[in-house]
């Protein structure tokens, strides 16, 4: 349902009220209105991936603790995500380029490189695609344990995320073939790089995260933490 | 000079150019299709106010059902129901949408805009809230209403203790609704932030819109916990998950099995959208009251910049204060400290408002008009709600205050002391720039005091009550408890604040017919709404207005206004904020400049208004089909193979067919 | 005032006495209400201003401290306000606009200075508190297990049962005096919270955490607790009771306890009933009575949350005060209603998911309901902390 929402603002946006009027009066900060949509729906975003990476860290280790196999560190491939979070990650410099050409009013360029970007948002969503099924052939499924459960729903909802990009994308490929997306619009693509770096930067953290932190060490430095703070508190509290 | 009640067209008169025509659209389908500011308000208004008035019968019920004990007026499980609608319609589906309708009906005035920034998703946004209301209201047809409480504890929302659809209910009309505000929240931000008339800087905003601006940047940020929340809740129920469930019961072996879950994950994921939530719902009515109030004192607000700062800090540490909804849940003696130490530092700018709104009626000429009478109102007892949520701020004393009538005592005369109040009053003092006739003052009065009076012999016997240990959410209480004295005073303190409404409606439909005309300007109000006709025409403003002053339309009608009292708050506003957010007095040059050129190229021929548009109901109605075909065909939707129920299928098109048909539409 | 008024034109006299007339007849009802509660809260045994325990005693200290400074900040801002609005009032004859103010930094500075002090005045002594309570918690001469159920408490004191297991008891909880207790609070199902207003209070009962009470009864006596966190159909009835007895009473209960009894048969078709009355047999799939054999109910966390095969222990029921954790009392005549419909009693309640209207005939509850209430030990039940008791609970009239 959120995922819906976030296409239907971003063309909402993509599209938006002020199109073609170039004598509008200037915005009283001087960014376009549809940016400074993009950059607040991105800091909404940001809680709600926040929220999906609390419930993620909490309950990480909780299927160790309870026994409940597969286990994170015998299941991911740390590798072979490395290589899709690459693909991802080139796919922003792709992003760049698809931008710059349409800013120099290059459409050849910005076709090419709009497919690019679709392309490899699409290796890395095939990747995911076959991440899931092998991880499902191993005996993880959403129902399995805490990790199938938070992992999925993760991963899950930032693949969603990576699919509207690409079907936002592809949009913009299909405009720019029929001419619809001229040297003054590139505030259209602008917008769809916003989203698309954005949700770069969060697979970012989520493969930190669920994937390169080695699983024991994280619950350990979290007690630390709340250890050192409950004995500073303590000892105000024993001050009075 | 000292008349208030101005005759009509009295106002200041910035109306000089001649007016362009734009033909005035009426009927259903104009209402349907509309992209108009104002109407959505007022769409956002008569919707709100009905929830309201149904929210209130839903109270009426709950309080007759506890005139005495044992009562058996209705079931237990009804009385859940009610309770539980009572809370989710009054803060969904009643006054935040009220709120929303203020701002969208006076933000864009109160800044010189035409409309909003993006008028289509403001449509959407209405058209979104329109039909996740309707979700809701629609589970008492389905006789399946949501009956675990507004903030649905996990595990009791999971299906092992609720089979039924109800919870589905109120999952997916929150989801629903959630859209709703997020869409309509961000298209406040970028209008507030980019559509200001020339020369008014942030710190020249009027109060009403920075509250608006800062509830927007709340509703933003806090509405995506609740989302997760909920689809966590939803994958839950139907897709196997634990992520609230620490145990299963396997019927086959007769056997507890741990699953890992953790119900305290809903409840901080709740609570971190719930307490900002608290604000959302009280910070619309601090700016009304600020509005209001130097307007009938006819003295301008009191510490203007540290009512703004007082504002952002109260947002800001309302996400840092939500554990003391769970002092109960054991969480340790530091986090409760800690939570406890935030919370009561947030009754500091929270006071400093009350000082500073009676500081502003200090030395002023107070004109006791009804929008007034509500807004003095809202300050007295708004600090006895202020006052004891200081007391159960501190988690020992919580530990009994929690879940008894304290709290229901605590949080009424803060959303009603508080948020209705204040939102009466802003109706009382807009109404006559809505529909361009006055409601009448003698018929005010007497609801005002009708409203005072069965308020507090409502909700000031509560506090009784949940000392003497009565807890919330009993639909029934013991007979020798002693406690029915309380409940019947309560009880019929309720009645009278029903019967409050009626006046209320009945000044509504009289003033409608044979109210006095308005006028531009009936207060002599400070802010740029009152510079134009009432109601204001399609376009607002013929011209976009300059301005040079913090309260413009004083500073144009009394001239010289700017003297003396300016050099100090300046340096009140430097030295709290440390560094410039609203700079010199002076319009910005540039700013200036464009206005003038823009009037002399005739910007009154130059009016772009956006076209009606129907694909806003579209898209919206595609949601709505979505989440109907999820409730109607529930358990169908095994993750993996995409076996959808038909009607989220249709609904999930219609979705597409409606963003695509937006996107691809010229917007004017 | 008067002078004032007589130069007044706008606002009618009048209507500003009816105005008077209502603020003050609804303040004077709020003060008068406020002394009766004052007066009225030791009678009440669920109002926590009548505090019973040092527990108590230190949150309304607390209390005691927050309320004289809520009240004094309360009557100064409500006079600064009512002072302003009557002082300022618009009297038609002004000649001018007021000064047009618009700040004074000192005082805003003063203003949010003042309460922060107060504020940290209250805050210093709760976070002590809170520290003290917690090491409350950490110590206890007897440790007492908590179990919430929809809709009643499962009571186990570990080790003092039979064969050194857990003694199990439901809905009334038995504490010696003057010893240090500590509930150990658990539930499989949903989240409850537990409170007895004059001795601690609320804790949550939450699946998967287990949280500690620790408190010192100090006088004999019935004290009356209740679930206060909603957890659906009957929230409401979901009460318990404390009776606090001298040592010896307490150990002379126990004992009784785990006094044997005559077994009978589980199986009503074939029973060889040698006490009980065959019609038990539907009764011993979720209930179990000590030093018998009806011993198949599901106990303590393993219960089933969800559905028949746990229910409340029937040892020694007979000297219970309630019925069904609160709803009814225990007299001969309300158990014979709530054995003919227990959804009648208690609508929701998961026994009534095997026992409907009719589901026992009346000579079956004719035989019942003797059985029951003889459950007692041989020398009657302990009547020390019965004395002062007067039943606040609802005496049953479905």
């Known amino acids: ?240 | 000079m000292a008349s208030v009640a101005q005759p009509a067209g009295a106002g200041a008169g910035t109306q000089t150019v001649a007016r362009p025509a734009f033909k005035k659209e009426s009927g259903l389908w104009s209402w349907i299709t509309t992209v108009d500011h104002k109407r959505i308000g007022l769409l956002y208004g008569v919707t709100a106010i009905v929830y309201l008035l149904i929210g209130g019968l839903e109270a009426l019920v709950i309080r007759t059902q506890l005139i005495e004990p044992n009562n058996d007026l209705i079931t237990l499980e009804r009385y859940n129901e009610f309770f539980t609608m009572h809370g989710t319609t009054m803060i969904f589906l009643a006054v935040m949408p009220l709120s929303s309708a203020f701002f969208n009906y006076i933000v864009p005035l109160q800044i010189g805009a035409r409309d909003v920034a993006f008028p289509r998703l403001n449509a959407f946004s209405y058209w979104v809230f329109f039909f996740g209301g309707a979700i809701l209201s629609l589970s008492w047809l389905a006789n399946a209403a949501p009956n675990m409480g507004w903030y649905g504890y996990a595990p009791l929302t999971e299906r092992g203790f609720n089979l039924g659809r109800n919870v589905d209910f109120w999952a997916l009309g929150l989801q629903v609704l959630g859209i709703a505000s997020v869409a309509a929240s961000l298209n406040f931000i970028i209008t507030i932030l980019n559509m200001r008339a020339p020369g008014m800087t942030l710190m020249r905003m009027p109060l009403f819109t920075w509250n608006a601006l800062i509830v927007s940047i709340l509703i933003v940020m806090a509405f995506p916990a609740i989302t997760i929340a909920l689809a966590l809740l939803s994958f839950d129920r139907f897709a196997g998950t634990s992520f609230y469930i620490p145990y299963i019961y396997d019927e086959a072996t007769r056997q507890i099995v741990a699953r890992g879950g953790d119900p305290l994950l809903w409840q901080h994921l709740f609570w971190i959208f719930g307490h900002p939530e608290v604000y959302i719902l009280i910070l619309p009515a601090f700016g009304i009251i600020s509005e209001l109030i130097p307007v009938f004192s006819r003295k301008p607000l009191f510490g203007y910049a540290v009512m703004v700062y007082a504002t952002a800090t109260i947002a800001f540490l309302g996400f840092g204060v939500w554990v003391h909804h769970m002092f109960t849940v054991g969480l340790g003696p530091v986090p409760n400290s800690v939570f406890s130490a935030s919370t009561m530092l947030i009754a500091v700018p929270t006071g400093v408002k009350i000082l500073n709104w009676t500081s502003t009626m200090w030395g002023g000429q107070l004109n006791f008009t009804t929008p007034m009478l509500f807004a003095v109102g809202l300050v007295s007892q708004f600090v006895i709600g202020g006052i004891s949520g200081v007391m159960h701020g501190s988690p020992p004393i919580d530990q009994h205050h929690n879940d008894t009538y304290f709290v229901v005592a605590h949080f009424h005369y803060v959303l009603f002391g508080g948020s209705i109040f204040a939102l009466l009053a802003g109706i009382y003092y807009w109404f006559p720039k809505f529909t361009g006739r006055m409601l009448s003052e003698k018929i005010g009065k007497l609801h005002f005091w009708v409203t005072f009076a069965g308020f507090n012999i409502t909700f000031f016997p509560m506090h009784f009550l949940g000392l003497e240990g009565m807890p919330r959410r009993y639909g029934t209480y013991g007979e020798g408890s002693g406690l029915q004295f309380w409940h019947v005073v309560s009880s019929l303190g309720s009645y009278l604040l029903g019967f409050s409404f009626l006046i209320f409606m009945y000044n509504i439909a009289v003033s409608l017919q044979r109210g006095k005309k308005a006028g531009n300007d009936p207060w002599d109000g400070a802010t740029l709404e009152w510079s134009i006709p009432s109601p204001p025409p399609v376009y607002n403003f013929a011209t976009i207005p300059v301005v040079r002053h913090r309260d413009p339309l004083w500073e144009e009608k009394y001239g010289q206004y700017e003297g003396e009292g300016h050099t100090e708050e300046e340096t009140v506003e430097t030295t709290i904020a440390g560094f410039k957010i609203g700079e010199g007095q002076a319009p910005d040059e540039d700013a200036v400049e464009q206005a003038e050129r823009r009037a002399e190229a005739g910007d009154e021929h130059n009016i772009h208004l956006p076209n009606p548009s129907f694909w806003p109901v579209v898209a919206s109605l595609g949601i709505f089909l979505a989440a109907m075909g999820l409730l109607f065909s529930y358990p169908r939707i095994p993750i993996g193979a995409l076996d959808l129920p038909l009607l989220t299928a249709a609904g999930i098109v219609t979705l597409i067919a409606g963003i695509y048909g937006w996107s691809l539409e010229p917007a004017s | ?398």
């Open chain 1, 1 to 240: 349902m959120a995922t819906a929402v976030e296409l239907e603002r971003a063309h909402g946006a993509g599209h938006g009220d002020d199109h073609g009027h170039a004598d509008h009066p200037p915005t009283s900060t001087g960014l376009d209105h549809r940016k400074l949509l993009m950059w607040a729906f991105l800091a909404s975003d940001c809680m709600f991936f926040g929220s999906l990476i609390a419930t993620y860290m909490i309950y990480r280790g909780r299927a160790e603790d309870l026994g409940f196999a597969p286990f994170p560190s015998e299941i991911l491939d740390i590798p072979y995500t490395s290589l899709s979070a690459f693909v991802l990650l080139m796919s922003s410099l792709t992003m760049v380029l698809a931008l710059s050409a349409i800013q120099k009013g290059d459409h050849r360029g910005l076709r090419i490189w709009l497919a690019a970007t679709a392309l490899l948002g699409s290796i890395f969503l095939g990747g995911q695609y076959f991440e899931f099924t092998e991880f499902y052939h191993e005996g993880l499924s959403l129902q399995t344990n805490m990790f199938g459960a938070s992992f999925f729903v993760l991963t899950g909802f930032h693949g969603a995320h990576v699919t509207i990009g690409v079907i936002w994308l592809l949009t913009l490929l299909f405009l720019s073939l029929r001419g619809g997306v001229k040297q003054e619009d590139s505030l259209d693509v602008e917008l769809a790089g916003l989203y698309w770096h954005f949700v770069d930067i969060v697979w970012i953290v989520i493969f930190t995260l669920v994937y390169l932190i080695p699983y024991e060490e994280v619950s350990e430095t979290q007690t630390g933490a709340f250890a050192l703070l409950g004995g500073i508190l303590r000892s105000v509290a024993a001050i009075f």
């Open chain 3, 1 to 398: 005032m008067e002078r004032r008024d007589q130069d007044d034109q706008s606002p009618t006299p009048r209507r500003r006495s009816f105005a008077f007339r209502i603020v003050s007849l609804t303040a004077l009802a709020l003060v008068v209400g406020l002394v009766l509660v004052g007066c009225g809260g030791d009678n009440n045994p669920y109002s926590h201003i009548s505090p019973r325990s040092s527990t108590t005693r230190d949150i309304q200290s607390l209390y005691k401290l927050v309320f004289w400074m809520a009240l004094i900040v309360f009557i100064g801002v409500q006079l600064f306000i009512v002072y302003t609005a009557l002082r300022f009032r618009q009297r038609g004859n002004e000649a001018d606009r007021p000064a047009q103010i618009h700040g004074n930094k000192r005082l805003e500075i003063a203003w949010t200075l003042i309460p922060a002090a107060i504020l940290l005045v209250i805050l210093i002594p709760t976070i002590q508190t809170m520290f003290e309570f917690s090491a409350d918690a950490q110590e206890g001469e007897y440790v007492i297990d908590v179990y919430g159920k929809q809709w009643w408490w499962e009571i186990h004191y570990p080790g003092l049962g039979p064969n050194g297991g857990p003694l199990i008891t439901a809905n009334e909880v038995r504490l010696p005096e003057d010893r240090k207790i500590k509930l150990q609070l658990h539930s499989n199902n949903v989240i409850h919270s537990f409170w007895a207003p004059q001795l601690f209070g609320k804790h949550d009962v939450i699946p998967g955490h287990v949280n500690e009470i620790g408190f010192t009864p100090e006088n004999p006596g019935i004290y009356y607790g209740e679930c206060t966190e909603f957890c659906g159909v009957a929230h409401a009835l979901m009460r318990f009771t404390m009776v606090v007895d001298p040592q010896e009473e307490f150990d002379a209960w126990v004992a009784s306890y785990n006094t044997e009894r005559p077994a009978f048969d589980a199986n009503p078709q074939t029973g060889d009933v040698s006490e009980a009355p065959r019609s038990f047999g539907i009764c011993i799939g979720c209930h179990a009575i000590n030093g018998t054999n009806a011993v198949a109910a599901q106990a303590g966390l393993t219960g089933n949350p969800y559905s028949v095969g746990a229910a409340p222990n029937l040892t020694l029921f007979g000297c219970r005060d309630f019925i069904a954790a609160g709803a009814l009392a225990n007299t001969p005549e309300n158990l014979a209603i709530w054995l003919h419909n227990p959804a009648g009693v208690k609508e929701g309640n998961y026994m009534a998911l095997q026992i409907k209207e009719g589901t026992l005939t009346q000579e079956q509850i004719n035989e019942l309901v003797p059985y029951l209430l003889s459950l007692k030990p041989a020398g009657g039940c302990p009547e020390t902390a019965r004395q002062e008791q007067n039943l606040h609970m609802e005496q049953g009239e479905e």
